[in-house]
């Protein structure tokens, strides 16, 4: 049995199912990603440290983070539970299925996220009186700016500290003037596009 034959089997089934969706495979890692505007669809067939085989990561990854060379998942959802390569025909079938069910996520989120104030509305709600983190007020603080709420965005950004203060404590300095603030994340969203090799900003998720 070759090393890597399973590593093999999922690049090659990962290919046939997710191609046609719009994912890519991100260099020869175990990675894939989609092109959705101003998000990525993130897809991860993690390895594990112990047996052959994988876990599905399932993610969205907003570009407006300003740190392209790091594919956060900051919207992530495990999905079911570590598959062990045991046999060729077993593990394509499983990660077939598993590729299949990614698509359907996928269709999920697009349906979910297909304009900045429809995300404003999702992120912003799903945040817990005083118990959210950083980063999620600090990406509901980027929605709702570019939505035009001005108010949240301000108080969201306000509360972030830490790792999210230098990202949001440069786009608090636009807050008042709402085109330079959407000038700004559209560069954000420019530079990760670009990191990704994904173009410029499609006119369909104009900011």
């Known amino acids: 049995m070759a090393e890597n ?18 994912f890519r495979r991100k260099g020869q890692s175990r990675i894939w990603i989609a092109d959705r505007g101003f998000w990525l669809s993130v897809v991860e067939f993690q390895p594990s440290s112990w047996s052959k085989g994988t ?10 983070g300003s740190l392209p060379e790091t594919i956060t998942f900051d919207r992530f959802e495990r999905i079911g539970q570590f598959v062990p390569f045991e046999s060729p025909p077993q593990f394509l079938l499983a990660v077939d299925q598993m590729a299949k069910k990614v698509v359907e996520i996928d269709q999920v989120h697009r349906s979910m996220f297909p304009s900045v104030q429809t995300t404003a509305k999702i992120l912003v709600s799903e945040l817990q009186p005083g118990a959210y983190g950083e980063w999620a007020a600090f ?18 950004f ?3 500290q830490r790792h999210a203060a230098s990202q ?11 085109a330079a603030f959407r000038s700004r994340v559209r560069g954000f969203i420019e530079a990760e596009r670009a990191y990704y090799g994904l173009g410029a900003l499609p006119a369909a998720f104009a900011i």
């Open 168 to 178: 949001a404590q440069a786009l608090l300095a636009y807050i008042d003037d709402p």
């Open 158 to 160: 306000e509360s972030a």
């Open 55 to 64: 876990y599905l990561n399932v993610a969205v990854h907003w570009l407006w």
């Open 139 to 156: 990406h509901a603080g980027v929605a709702a700016g570019l939505a035009g709420d001005f108010e949240t965005a301000r108080r969201l």
């Open 5 to 22: 034959e399973h590593g093999r089997i999922i690049a090659s089934q990962a290919k046939i199912v997710l191609k046609p969706a719009g």
